[in-house]
């Protein structure tokens, strides 16, 4: 660690290292440059039907990759823990049926190699963000990762965690921004925007946001979703639940297919901004 905490540390993820932007490549979706990628789907797979009626709705609005945790980390032993190897196989089901590819968390070293046989992209979690035996493991798919910042990481230690995986020869890496805590708690976690606007001075890595863990209220998604693309985010992660009253996890923060319908138009007049001629870099 350097004596100044301004200074990067980080090598392989660095701009200086690398100037052009990394481009990470799911079939035929690129994430990174000038691209805005919409990740929608629930927290949890809850079964078939549920997320096959939230991926094929999502998927008409304009997001090109569904989401869903079959293993969840929660914080209490006691809440649903996601339906694990179960919820892996209707995952991969409901991706061939619908046609889209599908990001999911790995929790545990032992689960790796079927997440990787069923994932598009692998999911490491806040939680794990400072595992860096699973971390590696996962690097050794050669699948695409998102890496989510710890939930009390600074920016510097999320990076240098993409530069393990970096190291182990994988570049497929997004980083997604999900909120850190802080003293505030009228909202879930603080959700740190200006982290995406330096990840993009300082990084050629696309950087993701996750507006929902983020904020952890449903009628702050929208407006945080939005507010993610002028500063730079290369997409964003979205909790989409048709019944989030009943929803197994994080209810109180997905909002449902139809909200997330009119969020995908009011994106697509942001896009009109072309924000590719704006300079992110330091110079
Ligand atoms: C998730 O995206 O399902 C999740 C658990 O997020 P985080 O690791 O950011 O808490
Ligand atoms: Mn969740």
């Not at 330096?198 to 990084?203: G, K, N």
């Not at 996890?249 to 997330?260: A, L, M, R, V, Y």
Request: proline share 4%.
């Amino acid at each position: 660690m350097s004596q100044n905490s301004f200074n990067n540390d980080f090598i392989l993820a660095s701009r200086e290292h690398k100037k052009e932007d990394t481009l990470v490549r799911v079939d035929d979706i690129l994430i990174g440059g000038d691209s805005f990628v919409a990740i929608a789907g629930p927290c949890a797979v809850e079964n078939e039907e549920q997320l096959v009626r939230i991926a094929e709705m999502v998927k008409r609005s304009g997001a090109q990759i569904l989401r869903g945790g079959a293993y969840k980390p929660r914080t209490s032993p006691y809440a649903f823990q996601g339906l694990g190897d179960q919820g892996l196989k209707i995952l991969k089901n409901a991706s061939e049926m619908i046609g889209m590819p599908v990001v999911t968390e790995v929790m545990d070293i032992r689960d790796v190699e079927k997440v990787a046989y069923c994932a598009d992209i692998i999911q490491l979690g806040s939680r794990n963000m400072h595992n860096y035996s699973l971390i590696k493991e996962v690097a050794h798919t050669k699948k695409p990762i998102l890496l989510k910042r710890g939930l009390c990481a600074t920016i510097e230690e999320w990076i240098m965690t993409a530069e393990y995986i970096l190291q182990e020869g994988n570049e497929q890496v997004i980083l997604c921004e999900r909120g850190i805590r802080t003293f505030e708690n009228s909202t879930r976690n603080t959700l740190d925007l200006s982290a995406v606007a330096y990840v993009r001075a300082v990084s050629h890595l696309p950087v993701i946001v996750d507006p929902s863990h983020g904020t952890g209220r449903w009628y702050l998604v929208s407006p945080l979703a939005k507010a993610a693309y002028p500063v730079g985010a290369h997409g964003v992660m979205i909790e989409v639940h048709h019944s989030p009253k009943e929803a197994l996890s994080d209810g109180e923060q997905s909002i449902t297919p139809e909200k997330f319908h009119i969020l995908m138009e009011e994106m697509k007049e942001l896009k009109n901004l072309n924000r590719a001629k704006w300079n992110w870099h330091k110079a």
